[in-house]
């Protein structure tokens, strides 16, 4: 299994630009989960899927993130203006029905210049 | 997650025992978890242990689980260089699906 793909791994950007990072989830996982990880604020759930629909946004910072889920096998999460404090590392995680395990991917290292 | 609490350092001799400790707060907390961090990696899921359990082996890996005081523990045996890293408890609460994660202990193993 190829575990949780996250594109890109590193990002550096400018203010203001829009920045689009991608997960695929494990082959079988219904549930897909947005982390956030920050110095300051440690790993914060940003928002999850279940079977493709978002159950809970409540850690989307702001109306700059959005997230879809057009399918089982992508996700985006996308920041639109993205801001200096934005920068940190995003990562996405899926875990199957049961839920007992969740596996996480690498991560998309985000820096807004 | 300010809900799950661990000391931020923990320096141990290389063949040492090294123990994680973690406190939570959510009594109806499932099941918890330890995930280890390596510099500029995702998160490595090590174990987890269902909240019936008080215990569980899994190679050089034991969890402890006291549920009345909330407290859990990792003991790593004869700690090795690759150990250092940064280790996360985290809990699934409930029938939620998502896990609320600590702040993480750094384990430095020194030789």
């Known amino acids: 299994d190829a575990g949780v793909i996250q594109s890109p791994r590193h990002e550096v950007t400018e203010m203001g630009q829009e920045v689009t990072l991608r997960c695929k989830p494990i082959?079988?996982?219904?549930?897909l989960f947005w982390y956030r990880q920050t110095m300051m604020r440690g790993l914060e759930l940003l928002i999850y899927f279940n079977n493709n629909v978002p159950i809970d946004d409540s850690g989307m910072p702001e109306d700059r993130f959005s997230a879809k889920m057009p399918n089982a096998s992508f996700s985006t999460l996308k920041i639109q203006p993205s801001e200096p404090r934005d920068s940190a590392v995003y990562f996405c995680?899926?875990?199957?029905?049961?839920?007992?395990?969740?596996?996480f991917g690498e991560g998309s290292w985000l820096t807004v210049v | 997650g300010e809900d799950v609490e661990q000391s931020l350092f923990l320096s141990v001799r290389e063949g040492d025992s090294s123990v994680i400790n973690c406190t939570y707060t959510d009594s109806s907390s499932t099941y918890l978890y330890w995930y280890k961090q390596e510099p500029g990696a995702g998160l490595q899921l090590l174990t987890y242990i269902f909240s019936n359990m008080d215990m569980k082996q899994d190679q050089r890996l034991t969890v402890l689980l006291n549920k009345k005081d909330k407290h859990l523990s990792l003991r790593i045996a004869d700690t090795q260089t690759g150990d250092s890293a940064i280790y996360f408890c985290a809990e699934r609460r409930g029938s939620a699906r998502q896990l609320t994660f600590g702040s993480g202990t750094q384990l430095t193993v020194l030789p």
């Open positions: 995680a899926s875990s199957s029905h049961s839920g007992n395990t969740i596996y």
């Open positions: 082959s079988g996982h219904n549930s």
